[in-house]
Antibody, heavy 118, light 108 residues
Framework: QVQLQESGPGLVKPSETLSLTCTVS????????WSWIRQPPGKGLEWIGY???????DYNPSLKSRVTISIDTSKNQFSLKLSSVTAADTAVYYC????????????WGQGTLVTVSS | EIVLTQSPGTLSLSPGERATLSCRAS???????LAWYQQKPGQAPRLLIY???SRATGIPDRFSGSGSGTDFTLTISRLEPEDFAVYYC??????????FGQGTKLEI
């Protein structure tokens, strides 16, 4: 059974960089597309971007200038960096796997709340 | 950007009743790329339906999806107490690559 686990600081200061890592167990990152998705408190879901095992990426245009997603196949992990954060970036951040052919997300991490505050 | 609009915003029903949730896209999307998720408080979303009508692994057959083009529907035939949650539709293929609807809250 594939499992995903987010890790990283729960509190980030405004203007700093948010950094999270997703560790995948029970399967290899060396296939599939791996995404980050966020959910502000009480609101809906927003796709941030994905990384393919080859290292290719795609980002939400609304966040593209501030986002970097990378993958480390040797550690079976992928990571998110979001720069110049503001309070609007406060959210639960999920990592997720896109299944092969239909563009849906079949495995999710439990999510981690990141609060942007001084 | 492909915008997904879900209706109603809140649906109040009782166990045993039938629930019909709607997801309308701002432009036509391939049925292969429409999914539905269930989210309970404090939990990650769970994939229910992919390809507009295929149930994900382990999903009970009281959940069904249908639709094409711009109009898609999630039906729960007989509500169980554990089905009361928020439901999201999601599309793949536009720009941004993935977008979600704003959600429908199914409440008792």
């Amino acid at each position: 059974q594939v499992q995903l686990q987010e890790s990283g600081p729960g509190l980030v200061k405004p203007s700093e960089t948010l950094s999270l890592t997703c560790t995948v167990s029970g399967g290899s990152v060396s296939s599939y597309y791996w995404s980050w998705i966020r959910q502000p408190p009480g609101k809906g879901l927003e796709w941030i971007g994905y990384v393919f095992y080859s290292g290719s990426t795609d980002y939400n245009p609304s966040l593209k200038s501030r986002v970097t997603i990378s993958i480390d196949t040797s550690k079976n992990q992928f990571s998110l960096k979001l720069s110049s954060v503001t309070a609007a970036d406060t959210a639960v951040y999920y990592c997720a796997r896109r299944e092969g052919s239909y563009g849906s997300f079949d495995y999710w991490g439990q999510g981690t709340l990141v609060t942007v505050s001084s | 950007e492909i915008v997904l609009t879900q209706s109603p915003g809140t649906l109040s029903l009782s166990p045993g009743e039938r629930a019909t949730l709607s997801c309308r896209a701002s432009q036509s999307i391939s049925s292969s790329y429409l999914a539905w998720y269930q989210q309970k408080p404090g939990q990650a979303p769970r994939l229910l339906i992919y390809g507009a009508s295929s149930r994900a692994t382990g999903i009970p057959d009281r959940f069904s999806g249908s639709g094409s083009g711009t109009d898609f529907t999630l039906t729960i035939s007989r509500l169980e107490p554990e089905d009361f949650a928020v439901y999201y539709c999601q599309q793949y293929g536009g720009s941004p690559r993935y977008t979600f609807g704003q959600g429908t809250k199914l409440e008792i």
